[in-house]
């Protein structure tokens, strides 16, 4: 059975594609209590992350296994993305995801098709629930009129550089996570003034400062990557943080702009 909650963390794995490392850094991390695996077919790593579910000492059904399809990997007309979500089964070693996203709205993507397949691996039994990664208002919109299962999860980037105020009301809104991508804005978080004064005010790490800050945002979770182990049992402790009023505003206030995770189509771009 798919899993229904997200967990507040869950471990990001982008450009980890050492095999041996790839998998002990997962095992590493649900051995410590992380339950929220998140992979894709594009970072080539799925074998790897399967092995380190495979070799925690964690049940599978306590894991919640997210991938993503992607549009040049494997298409996602009707029959590519059925294809594809066999193939990250396969190299998951699972029976079920139980979150496929829609990594990126470019290419072949077209709501009416590329939302069917997953709605059709849903009543398979083969997907837990639905989630797209990088939309606007405007594509998740035209995604929930086109889908008749509910969104789950719409994965995007977020940190204190990279806010999201309105993708976070429309998560709040409509009931779906909103699951934060970069949230240590891709290990730079210790460069901004703000969450260092709020890190030594705490005696907590800036990482950690950042995860507190994210998660104190309903209806958002974070998913930081890491494979040291150091830092994925520091990050997993950012659950336990509890910023005060006075933290969380000076960090709101953050008038600054950085976004990271850029490709060509992308629905911020113009034109
Ligand atoms: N949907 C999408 O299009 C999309 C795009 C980007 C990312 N993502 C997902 O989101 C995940 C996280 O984003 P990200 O990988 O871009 O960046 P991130 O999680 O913001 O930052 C990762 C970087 O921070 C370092 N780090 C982690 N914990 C730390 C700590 N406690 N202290 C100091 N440094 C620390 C990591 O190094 P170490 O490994 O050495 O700890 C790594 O260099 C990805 O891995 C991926 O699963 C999705």
Redesign the pocket.
């Known amino acids: 059975m798919p899993n229904d909650e997200l967990p507040d963390i869950g471990l990001?794995?982008?450009?980890n594609t050492d095999p041996e490392r790839c998998a002990r850094s997962v095992a590493t991390a649900l051995d410590a209590g992380y339950r929220h695996v998140?992979?894709?077919q594009h970072y080539g790593n799925e074998e790897h992350v399967g092995d380190g579910i495979a070799a925690a000492s964690v049940r599978r059904e306590e894991v919640t296994v997210a991938t993503?399809v992607h549009p040049e990997d494997t298409g996602l007309g009707y029959d590519d993305v059925l294809g594809a979500a066999a193939t990250s089964c396969d190299r998951l070693g699972v029976d079920y995801l139980d979150l496929l996203?829609v990594?990126?709205p470019v290419g072949d993507y077209e709501a009416s098709e590329t939302l069917a397949a997953l709605e059709e691996l849903v009543d398979r039994g083969t997907v837990g629930h639905i989630g797209v990664?990088?939309f606007s208002v405007d594509l998740l919109e035209e995604a929930r009129a086109a889908l008749d299962d509910p969104l789950f999860a719409h994965?995007v980037?977020m940190?204190p550089l990279l806010q999201q105020q309105e993708l976070v009301a429309y998560a709040q809104e409509h009931g779906h996570y909103l699951v934060a991508?970069?949230?240590?804005?891709?290990?730079t978080v210790?460069e901004i003034p703000e969450i260092r004064a709020v890190a030594e005010k705490h005696a907590i790490?800036e990482?950690q400062v950042s995860l507190a800050w994210l998660l104190s945002k309903d209806n958002v979770v974070v998913?930081?990557?890491?494979?040291?182990e150091a830092?994925i049992t520091?990050?997993l402790q950012a659950a336990n943080v509890e910023l005060d009023e006075e933290d969380i505003a000076a960090i709101d206030d953050i008038d600054r702009e950085k976004r990271?995770?850029e490709r060509p189509g992308a629905p911020w771009l113009d034109g």
């Open positions: 990001g794995t982008w450009q998140d992979t894709a993503k996203y990594h990126w990664s990088n994965q980037e940190h991508y970069s949230p240590l804005a891709r290990g210790t790490s990482p998913i930081p990557k890491s494979a040291t830092h520091a990050n990271f995770v």
